[in-house]
């Protein structure tokens, strides 16, 4: 068919629910390329035949020549959305703890115990880097969408509250040690005689390695949040990320991006702000596909199979660890 035949053919289609365009292409059957050429039909959304109308039905020949169906959603621009102010709000979109610049929505997922939805994101997203023994965050602390960076602000932006989350280890941290403490307190009254705007705090080393960086926020109302991710869809489940994997997210700064798992089993350290790293073990390594802001990002293979949940990167690579590792930790699932 022509290009006039296909302009011809999408005025007569139209008008057929669900149908939102026509081109030429090649005829697919179970995932393969069959290589014949077919008059592709592109649909919001594919139904059960059954569940069509006559008139919905699209037939399996025009003019001679193979039809195949093609689910497409709603076709928009893409404009800058991701950082707006969003209801029902979407993963793939800005958010983040009222302290917080902003970082990404990463999934709908729901309490194992009660099946109350969730907002999924990283604690230094939803929680603000807390340790859970600071002041950075506590349950209850307001979550805003889109995050403060994007102009988030409280009352009107608040879209739910802190949850839960894994508190964060950094590399150094405030001692427990009586002892040190008291070092300490010594030590700035002393310095305080020739230097009394100085303060001298003791640290000491944290070995803990962080295994996820995660949390969970309660929406306001169910109403207000939607498990479709922006550009991705629907989630159809979880697979355990593997080397050679084709990956994708959807994330608040670089939107729908993709790349390939270079490495499983990774131990870094991570910096975590201009004077605080982590220690972060069990992590997945892939190629570039990030920039800041994408935080919170759900990873996913092509077919939509949840694979990580994204918290790191640098222009030659992205980490991000196992989606059931953070399932277990938060005590949710899909």
């Not at 707006?84 to 990404?104: E, F, N």
């Not at 640098?314 to 989606?323: E, L, N, P, R, V």
Request: hydrophobic share 40%; glycine share 10%.
């Amino acid at each position: 068919m022509d290009r006039q035949g296909l302009s011809a053919l999408f005025k007569k289609m139209a008008g057929v629910e669900n149908v939102v365009g026509v081109g030429r292409g090649h005829k697919w059957v179970r995932g393969k390329d069959t290589g014949q050429e077919a008059t592709v039909i592109l649909v919001r959304k594919k139904y059960p035949k059954a569940d069509l109308t006559r008139a919905a039905q699209i037939p399996s020949q025009i003019d001679g020549t193979f039809t195949d169906v093609i689910e497409v959603g709603d076709i928009r621009l893409l404009g800058d959305d991701r950082k707006g102010l969003q209801r029902p709000a979407r993963p793939g979109i800005s958010i983040g703890h009222y302290k917080v610049s902003a970082g990404t929505f990463g999934a709908l997922v729901h309490d194992r115990d009660t099946g109350e939805p969730l907002i999924l994101s990283n604690n230094h997203v939803l929680a603000n880097l807390s340790s859970g023994a600071d002041e950075r965050a506590k349950p209850g602390d307001a979550i805003l969408q889109p995050g403060m960076y994007d102009g988030g602000e409280t009352p009107a932006a608040v879209i739910g509250h802190l949850k839960r989350f894994v508190p964060m280890q950094l590399e150094v941290g405030e001692p427990k040690c009586w002892i040190a403490k008291l070092f300490e307190n010594m030590l700035n009254k002393s310095i305080h005689i020739w230097r009394p705007h100085y303060r001298i705090q003791v640290l000491r080393e944290n070995e803990r390695e962080n295994l996820v960086d995660c949390a969970v926020a309660t929406p306001v109302s169910a109403e207000m949040v939607t498990a479709d991710i922006v550009d991705v869809g629907t989630v159809v489940g979880t697979k355990e990320p593997k080397p050679g994997m084709i990956i994708k997210k959807s994330g608040r700064s670089s939107g729908l991006t993709f790349s390939i798992i270079l490495a499983t089993d990774v131990t870094l350290k991570v910096g975590i702000s201009r004077s605080e790293y982590g220690m972060f073990a069990q992590q997945i390594l892939a190629g570039p596909m990030s920039m800041p802001g994408d935080s919170g990002s759900l990873v996913l293979t092509e077919d939509n199979y949840a694979v990580g949940l994204l918290f790191a990167g640098s222009d030659q690579a992205t980490m991000f660890s196992s989606i059931d590792r953070v399932f277990e930790a938060l005590n949710v699932r899909l």
